[in-house]
């Protein structure tokens, strides 16, 4: 049976601007959960450029991508947001009362008041290796990652890729599979160099093969691959093999976005500026996501959508209840909210 | 200064470029199909470009950082660059590449 969780607001992305709504949502009392698809809090900043320096966050002369991103967990913790990673979500429905209901592909329900999409350049997603054809072996023969180990007892196993992912399943999966074979295009790791001197104490005592080179082709059919041809070195050569696992890092995709019924514009949410509310009322968007006459992919800009976002927000989770404008220096009922007074 | 590039579907462009330019903002700004996701940041792949045998010398080699890089493209030649990672210089009118599969959008 999958969960169920009810609560004010879901916000769909982890990013910096998805984080900062939590704290102005919970400023008005609102309740966050948020979901994303990566393992961690920060989107692009700690994915694309955790230690780069950023110049134009308003207070700050220079932070990086990881500093943000701590600051803003930080920042926020005093609401005890709640975090799922490792999920994406897929589709959003819209209940008879005005809610919503949410499905991920971890078999949760999340009920709730208010949708935020904050979901930057799309969620990361594995990059496709570009081979021609390779698509329809996915998921059946070809894993971008290993869910289950049992997947791959007794298969002949092929594993592209030189860093972490490629040289630790290289390690957790040779004593399964019948057979394994690591293909790298050059014989320079950037995986740890403990496991890769483990690969390669595998490869000379015959435990495992290593070959440098790359993915030409596949054969195979209806989804079960049969072989992977090579272009190495030594020139092309053809592995038999039954299960492929290419580990060439991660990629932005709008992904499921797309298909929940909003007004799109060139791969970005149509959103107003007094609420940043999509077509759909009741879900906004913020952040890379959206898009508007002047719109500015920068982070302080989807702090300010935050901001104004929170307020439309509340007004839908508690209609009728008057919202006074404070300061977070000057108002103790604020400060109390932030643990400060 | 000019550049000319083949896409993927092996169509040629002759680009207009400015000195000091990353060849990949000059791609991207004209609207070829060129992902480059980090905006030059070094830490996407998504602008690989081929270099013209003609040229590769005069463009050089990948740094270490680069090389490092291109080992999350599947799809690597001996003229493999990063185009985020080649300043346009006057030495580099009329330079000649192909754009990478693994560097289109979706
Ligand atoms: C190299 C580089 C340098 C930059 N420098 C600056 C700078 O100096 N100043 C500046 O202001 N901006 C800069 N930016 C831009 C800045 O990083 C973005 O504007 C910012 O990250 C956008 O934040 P966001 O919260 O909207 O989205 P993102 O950071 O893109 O986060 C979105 C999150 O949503 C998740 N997600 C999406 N869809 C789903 C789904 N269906 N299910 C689950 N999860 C999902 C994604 O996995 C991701 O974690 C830079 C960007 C790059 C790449
Ligand atoms: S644009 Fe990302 S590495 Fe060049």
Redesign the pocket.
């Known amino acids: 049976m999958s969960t169920e969780i009810t609560t004010d607001v879901v916000v769909i992305g982890a990013g910096p601007c998805g984080l900062f709504a939590a704290f102005e949502l919970g400023l008005l009392d609102l309740k966050c959960h948020f979901i994303d698809i990566l393992d961690r809090p920060g989107g692009q900043c700690t994915e694309l450029y955790p230690e780069k320096p950023i110049y134009d966050i308003p207070g700050f002369p220079v932070v990086t991508g990881q500093q943000l991103t701590d600051n803003l967990m930080a920042q926020i913790a005093p609401f005890a947001p709640e975090f799922h990673f490792n999920r994406m979500v897929n589709s959003i429905e819209k209940q008879a009362d005005g809610s919503f209901k949410l499905a991920t592909d971890a078999d949760e329900i999340f009920n709730a008041k208010v949708v935020v999409i904050a979901a930057g350049g799309g969620s990361f997603q594995p990059k496709r290796p570009p081979v021609n054809g390779i698509e329809a072996f996915e998921n059946t023969s070809v894993f971008y990652s290993v869910r289950k180990m049992d997947d791959f007892r007794g298969q002949d196993v092929v594993i592209v890729g030189g860093g972490d992912s490629a040289l630790d399943w290289t390690l957790s999966l040779q004593s399964i599979a019948r057979s394994l074979t690591l293909v790298h295009r050059r014989a320079v790791f950037k995986a740890a160099p403990a496991s890769v001197n483990k690969m390669q104490e595998l490869a000379a005592e015959g435990k495992i093969n290593f070959l440098t080179g790359q993915i030409a082709s596949l054969d195979g059919e209806n989804g079960q691959i049969s072989h992977v041809h090579l272009t190495t070195d030594a020139g092309d050569l053809s592995l038999p093999a039954t299960r492929l696992l290419p580990f060439f890092g991660l990629t932005m995709k709008l992904g499921p976005v797309a298909d929940w019924g909003l007004e799109l514009n060139d791969n970005t949410i149509v959103v107003d500026t007094e609420k940043f509310q999509t077509s759909v009322p009741g879900i906004f968007a913020i952040g890379d996501i959206n898009s508007y006459p002047g719109k500015l992919k920068l982070i302080l800009s989807g702090f300010h959508e935050a901001a104004l976002m929170a307020q439309a927000a509340k007004a839908i989770v508690s209609p009728g209840e008057r919202i006074v404008f404070q300061y977070t220096t000057s108002s103790t009922k604020l400060q109390k909210k932030l643990g400060v007074a | 200064m000019k550049i000319v590039v083949t896409d993927q579907a092996g169509a040629d462009h002759e680009l207009e470029g400015l000195e000091g330019w990353r060849v990949?903002e000059v791609i991207r700004d004209w609207g070829l199909n060129i992902k480059?996701?980090?905006?030059?940041?070094?830490?996407?792949?998504?602008?690989h470009v081929y270099v013209d045998k003609d040229w590769t010398a005069v463009v050089g080699a990948p740094s270490e950082e680069e090389e490092d890089?291109l080992d999350s493209v599947g799809d690597v030649r001996p003229n493999s660059r990063?185009?985020?990672?080649i300043l346009l210089s006057d030495a580099l009118d009329g330079l000649k590449l192909t754009l990478a599969l693994s560097a289109a959008k979706d």
């Open positions: 990949m480059a996701e980090c905006g030059g940041a070094l830490s996407c792949a998504t602008c890089m990063l185009s985020c990672q």
